[in-house]
């Protein structure tokens, strides 16, 4: 089960720190990863973390956001900066076990599991 946080109202060039709690299972074994659905449009990749490490990014918020993970409490992070109306948007977590390859981890239909949702709001 995931749980994610964090979202809100902001101003253009302000930051967010979304938060994704995974409970039931350990979510350490797990490739975690976010994305996010704009109000009329699809749900896109954002940001992954795999369970090695290595980190990929939409080329849209390279340079503005860092996935991390709190492997103790089993929680990923999205710390998002320099925040742009383009950004608003319903931003959900998800996770898999499987050992997908990188490009494979930026589709949905590569996690089993998917947080509820939460909206950020960036104003201009």
């Known amino acids: 089960q995931l749980q994610a946080s964090g979202g809100g109202l902001v101003q253009a060039g302000g930051s967010l720190r979304l938060s994704c709690a995974a409970s039931g299972r350990i979510f350490s074994r797990y490739n975690m990863a976010w994305f996010r659905q704009a109000p009329g449009k699809e749900r896109d990749f954002v940001a992954a973390f795999r369970t090695n490490g290595a980190t990929y990014y939409a080329d849209s918020v390279k340079g503005r956001f860092t996935i991390s993970r709190e492997g103790t409490k089993n929680t990923v992070h999205l710390q998002m900066n320099s925040l742009k109306p383009e950004d608003t948007a319903v931003y959900y977590c998800?996770?898999?076990?499987?050992?997908?390859?990188?490009?494979?981890?930026?589709?949905?239909?590569?996690?089993?599991?998917w947080g509820q949702g939460t909206l950020v709001t960036v104003s201009s």
């Open positions: 998800a996770a898999t076990q499987t050992a997908h390859t990188a490009g494979y981890l930026a589709t949905q239909i590569a996690y089993d599991y």
